[in-house]
């Protein structure tokens, strides 16, 4: 079968569709031993070998789908050079190719989802999708209507206007104020940035759900497979067809 490059990698859990087309403008790409360079290449899935810098991969076809309640403190990355904590820690069994979808900044919490569809997570992460990201937020101050009103309206956030879908008060004191608020976009920093424009820093920051997906009943630190169901919900949501998944097991020895 014939696909495309950049779906390949993806496919084989190196990168999203859009971090594998950077690989292959940077030359880190290598088909049949002949370095690639230019985007929209076509490669014979059972075929041809692809290396990305000097390391075979291969299409996982065991696809896994699984949900982490990230604490603070850890990166999202599966390896740092700088030996500081990832959630490879918390997941010592992930299976090769399985990667997160989305980000949450070290202080940030919640729900973070990783897989080795490579298909599925770029639709989800793609801004055409909408997909709905929930936060519960606990900031510094108290939060008055005309500030919630305001970040209703939109910021401009490197000249482009940042606003949320949806956005509820919970709670206003002197001290704190507690919100949740609901957006598709998956800018850097953006919640913790849209606060600090109007006046508020950011005290606690976690992600409640995700796509349709909640941390409810799963415990700070801990992991769980998707269900079928849920799979099947994630993949409609993406546009795509199909609930075949496979758990994750906890294998100290692999990943």
């Known amino acids: 079968m014939t696909i495309r490059l950049n779906k390949f990698l993806a ?3 190196v990168a999203s569709r859009r971090e594998a087309d950077r690989l292959i403008s940077k030359g880190r790409v290598r088909i049949n031993g002949r370095v690639v360079d230019k985007l929209g290449v076509q490669v014979e899935e059972d075929h ?3 290396d990305v810098d000097g390391r075979p991969v291969r299409p996982e076809h065991r696809p896994v789908h699984i949900i982490l309640n990230k604490p603070s403190g850890y990166l999202v990355t599966l390896n740092d050079p700088l030996g500081r904590p990832t959630i490879r820690k918390l997941l010592p069994g992930l299976p090769r190719g399985v990667v997160p979808v989305g980000r949450l900044d070290l202080e940030s919490e919640g729900l973070l989802f ?7 997570a770029f639709r989800l992460t793609h801004p055409r999708y909408e997909v709905p990201k929930t936060y519960a937020v606990r900031v510094d101050g108290e939060v008055g209507a005309d ?10 956030l490197d000249g482009k ?3 949320p879908d949806r956005i509820v008060l919970l709670e206003a004191g002197p001290q704190k104020s507690q919100l949740r608020l609901e957006l598709h976009e998956g800018r850097k920093r953006e919640v913790r940035r ?8 950011v005290s606690r920051l976690r992600r409640v759900a995700f796509a349709g997906l909640t941390i409810k009943n799963l415990p700070v630190g801990e992991w769980r497979t998707l269900t079928l169901r849920e799979v099947a919900s994630l993949k409609k949501m993406a546009g795509l067809s ?4 496979t758990a994750a097991k906890k294998d100290p020895d692999r990943g």
């Open 11 to 13: 496919r084989s859990g």
């Open 48 to 50: 041809d070998r692809v």
């Open 242 to 245: 199909g609930t075949r998944h």
């Open 147 to 156: 500030t919630v009103a305001r970040l209703q309206k939109g910021i401009s």
């Open 194 to 201: 849209m606060f600090e424009a109007v006046g508020h820093r």
């Open 114 to 120: 990783l897989t080795n569809d490579g298909d599925l």
């Open 161 to 163: 206007k940042a606003a």
